[in-house]
T-cell receptor
């Protein structure tokens, strides 16, 4: 069974640009969550999607957005990039709709550097 | 914001020794999960313990959960150099937090474990 796949693995962008990151969940998983990891703030929850609907959102500005497609693949977008957006962005999938006590499986992450 | 704290922040031991990491959290939980992260890569799931469980084992891993103290510990026995990584606890509030918990894990700051050969 293939794991969670995130693309691209590495990105370098300039301040003010926008970026789109992609996440393909484990087959059959309908819940996809996104996290930002930085040395200062640690792992912070961005948002969660289930069946193409955003069910939960963390405390991030509106520049951070996402969506989910009918095949459960998800994308997140960050507009008007700031230096502070440099981070490792992690995606996780789970089948919590079938079992609320189920683990989340993470991808390898996308390392975003804003210069 | 982080759910709680992990202790110690860093741990350095010799191969063959046991490593114990502690995690405290603040709110009611549905379950608590432990993850490992190697050098800024993805998180690898280690073990999940439900709120009604007190202890769980998986190979060389032993996890305890004390909901009255809102704390958990991860014990790695007979450590190996390959266990060198950062270890995170993460809590799932589940139904305790209603809709605000969907898909959300709240992580501690992590413990950096170094196992010397």
């Amino acid at each position: 069974k293939a794991g969670v796949t995130q693309t691209p693995r590495y990105l370098i962008k300039t301040r003010g640009q926008q970026v789109t990151l992609s996440c393909s969940p484990i087959s059959g998983h309908r819940s996809v969550s996104w996290y930002q990891q930085t040395p200062g703030q640690g792992l912070q929850f961005l948002f969660e999607y289930f069946s193409e609907t955003q069910r939960n959102k963390g405390n991030f500005p509106g520049r951070f957005s996402g969506r989910q497609f009918s095949n459960s693949r998800s994308e997140m977008n960050v507009s008007t990039l700031e230096l502070g957006d440099s981070a490792l962005y992690l995606c996780a999938s789970s089948n919590e709709d079938r079992d609320p006590n189920t683990e989340a499986f993470f991808g390898q992450g996308t390392r975003l550097t804003v210069v | 914001s982080q759910q709680g704290e992990e202790d110690p922040q860093a741990l350095s031991i010799q191969e063959g020794e046991n490593a114990t990491m502690n995690c405290s959290y603040k709110t009611s939980i549905n379950n608590l999960q432990w993850y490992r992260q190697n050098s800024g890569r993805g998180l690898v799931h280690l073990i999940l313990i439900r709120s009604n469980e007190r202890e769980k084992h998986s190979g060389r891993l032993r996890v305890t959960l004390d909901t009255s103290k809102k704390s958990s510990s991860l014990l790695i026995t007979a450590s190996r150099a390959a266990d060198t990584a950062s270890y995170f606890c993460a809590t799932d509030a589940g139904a305790n937090a209603g809709g605000t918990s969907y898909g959300k894990l709240t992580f501690g700051q992590g413990t950096i474990l170094t196992v010397h050969p």
